[in-house]
C-alpha cells in the first residue's frame, strides 16, 4: 500500500509518521497471521516508578504489540524498587523462552544504575538495541538489533523515497540512544551519506547544517533549528522532544523550517510513532532469531 503523499502549507513532504507507523503495524500483522512456524511473539515491558510520560509510552507500546498480532507482558516495579529487585525482574525474563524481547524504560528512577540491568538482556531479546553487544553489532556491521528511533529515521527517508546515497547528512546529537547510531546508520554501506556529527560544542550549527541535504535533529532543544539553517529542499527529521507550557515542541521550529525544507517532519506524530513501529520489528525479528 502506497503512502498517501501529503504537502505542509509551504509545500514541503510532510514525513507522516503516525501513517507510516499505521502501516508498518498493519504489515506485520499480516506477516504474523500469515506465519504459522512462528509462536506467540512476546515483547515484555519492565516499567520502574511512576514517572508518568514512560507510562504513557509504555502503554502505547503494549497497544501496538497487539495490533501488531504480537503478545505484551508488563512487569512493573515501584521506585523504591532496589538495583537487585531491578536486575532480578529483567533476569528472570531473560531466561524465560516464552519472551522473546524486553524493553525496559528508560530513565529509571533515581538511584538506579540502568547500565547493570540492560547488560542482562541478551542481544537477541535486546529489542531496543542498547546494550554494548547491540551497539558493538552495530559498528561492526553485523546482524542484530538497531536502537528504534534513529532505525525510525531511516525507514521515514527510505519509505518516502528520500535519497541518501551521495547525500550530505547532519546529525545533531551523539547520545548512544539516538546520535550516535543515527550517524552509523546514515553512513553505513547501502545508505551510504556523508555525515557530520553537531553537538553541543559544535561552533557553528548554522554554517554546520546549511548545506546538509539530510538534517537529523537530536538534542532536546526546543526550536534549535530554524529556516537559517535549512538548505532549501533539504530533509528534516525532528526527534528532540521538550515539554512546555504550550505543549510537546521538537528541535525543528516548524514553522519557518517547513517553507523552505523539501520534507519534514511534524512533531508530535513523526519519529515518536516511528520509534514504536521498530520496536515492533525488532520484536518480530527477535522471535525468528530465536526459532
Ligand atoms: N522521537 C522519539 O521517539 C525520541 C526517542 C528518544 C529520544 N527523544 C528525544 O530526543 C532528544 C535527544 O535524546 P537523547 O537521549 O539523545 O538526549 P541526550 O542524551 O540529552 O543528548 C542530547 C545531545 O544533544 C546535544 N546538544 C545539546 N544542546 C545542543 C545544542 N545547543 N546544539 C547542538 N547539540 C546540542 C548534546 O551535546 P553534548 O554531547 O555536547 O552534550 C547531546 O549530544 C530528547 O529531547 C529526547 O526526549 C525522542
Redesign the pocket.
Known sequence: MALEIKHTAGGAILLDGNALRDQIIAELAEEVAGDSSLPNVCLATVLVGDDKPSRVYVGSKQRKAVEAGLSSRHVELPATATQAEVEAAVAELAEDPTVHGILVQLPLPDGLDPEPVLDLLPPEKDVDGLTERSMGRLVRGRDGHVPC?PQ?VMELLGRYGIETKGKKAVV????T???LPQVLLLGAKGADATVTL?????AD?VEACRDADIIVA????AG?ITAEHVKPGAAVLD????RTADGIVGDVDFESVQAVAGAITPMPGG??PM?IACLMQNTLAAARMQQ
Request: aromatic share 0%; glycine share 22%.
Open positions: 528511533t525510525g545533531i546529537g551523539r547520545s540512544l539516538v546520535g553537531a553537538h553541543s560544542r559544535t550549527l537530536a538534542a532536546g532543544i534549535l526527534v528532540g522532544i521538550s519519529t515518536g520509534t
